[in-house]
């Protein structure tokens, strides 16, 4: 039987749970030394530890108003936005490192992109339902088009790979994974939140936010502490037929 | 209707035609509301997707070899060559050029395709070689890696290129980017691959994401 403030305990295990499972993400980044190549991310990480700590601080202070904390979080989630952004960046620089020329055609095609991304996540901000005159519902329509963006960054960065073929190395992929999770589903719940403001939703679109962001952290554990896959040799006489199909192939 | 909107238009803050057009921005608020939902459920849709079918993929090479086997590059030249489309132009009525210009678009586009495919298999076969602890494999697998991403940027370019040519045949374009040197360029380099002198055949296949 479940107890009677059974949607309270939920809440808060999924507002906690995530933060001490990203702990858990922060000493596989330090164990495996991925800090070298992920750095912002690792930043990202702790950012987002210290800043869980602090907003659960300033929620349980009784003095703390709803909208004190209200501005409160959305400060914190505007530079958790930016530093976002960082690892996309990070990401991508991870993903071309091996090809030169990759590293300049992709990259520039992933700028406009971006840069097509922006406009439409500045016209949503602008033009898309939600009274802007508050200053709270400013917020969220803001982290809206970042999410819109952010998602749309993420999707763009796995098709290029899967349409040029570009072997993702695991921390990376997981990575993208989750952060592209998190802001597909940050994006929906923002754009609800917007029309379904009214107190009887906005538990429920809390939950969705809080366990998607658990969902984000395990696939990051997962991805993380996954080894590379050992690339399996191809036999010799599979080598040998290739060899002829292709000698056939340059005769032409 | 909604209740706030019903409670101005009884207490005589409202008039009909103002009713009108706050439910008229309502219907849009929330088309735009499920619109950007079914766009986050879509990419949600996608990473997982790829995610799944990521996991268990491999490079399978006999689907390189036939991938190779299909692509007829004397044929492609043929359909792509601009001595062979003037030809055409200068010896065909305008409509049967359209039309036979479609048709020739039509083909290479098939043959462009095919070849930005097989790219996408060298590319991976290439990075798979480029993790071999024999230098001289791993070096040849950047080689055909970059070769292999440059013919599927190539072919990208070549698709639209022809995409063109199928909408707008009386339209004269350009030539088309040097595809089939790419193309083979990549093969070279895939052969000397496979000819390397390493005691094991150094090309792996490889799991990605």
Known sequence: ?252 | MDPALMGRLMMGRLTISQLMTDQALLGQALLATWTLVGIALLALGILVYVALRGRNRRVDLTKVVEAFRSIDIAAFSNLVDSAEEAFLRNNLSPEKFRAIKRQRARAALIYAWEAGRAATALARVGQAAQRSPDPAIAASGVQLSENAFRLRLQTLRACFHLLTGILLPSRQGRSLPHLADQYERAAQTLFRLGKSPSGAPGIARSKTG
């Open chain 1, 1 to 252: 039987m479940l107890p009677m403030n059974w949607p309270r305990l939920l809440s808060l295990f999924l507002w906690i749970s995530p933060h001490l499972l990203l702990a858990v993400v922060a000493a596989i980044i330090c164990k495996r030394r991925l800090y070298r190549e992920f750095p912002c991310f690792f930043a990202y990480v702790l950012y987002e530890i210290v800043e869980s700590i602090m907003l659960f601080v300033l929620r349980t202070v009784p003095s703390v108003t709803g909208e004190q904390y209200a501005y409160a979080y959305y400060a914190t989630l505007f530079l958790s936005i930016a530093l976002r952004f960082g690892v996309s960046e990070e990401v991508s620089k991870d993903l071309f490192r091996e090809s030169m020329l990759l590293k300049v055609a992709a990259r520039r095609s992933l700028r406009c992109v971006t840069g097509f991304l922006l406009v439409v996540g500045v016209l949503i901000a602008v033009y898309a339902p939600g009274d802007i005159s508050v200053r709270l519902v400013a917020g969220s329509i803001v982290s809206r088009g970042a999410a819109m963006v952010q998602c749309g960054l993420l999707l763009a960065l796995l098709l290029f790979s899967r349409f040029l073929g570009l072997s993702w190395r695991r921390p990376a992929f997981g990575v993208v994974l989750g952060l592209g999770v998190l802001t597909s589903v940050d994006l929906a719940i923002y754009a609800l939140r917007t029309e379904f403001s009214s107190a009887v939703w906005v538990p429920y679109l809390n939950l969705a936010m809080t366990g998607a962001y658990l969902v984000c952290v395990s696939i990051w554990i997962g991805y993380l502490l996954a080894p590379e896959p050992q690339p399996a040799f191809v036999s010799r006489d599979e080598v040998e037929t290739w060899n002829s199909e292709l000698q056939q192939w340059i005769r032409h």
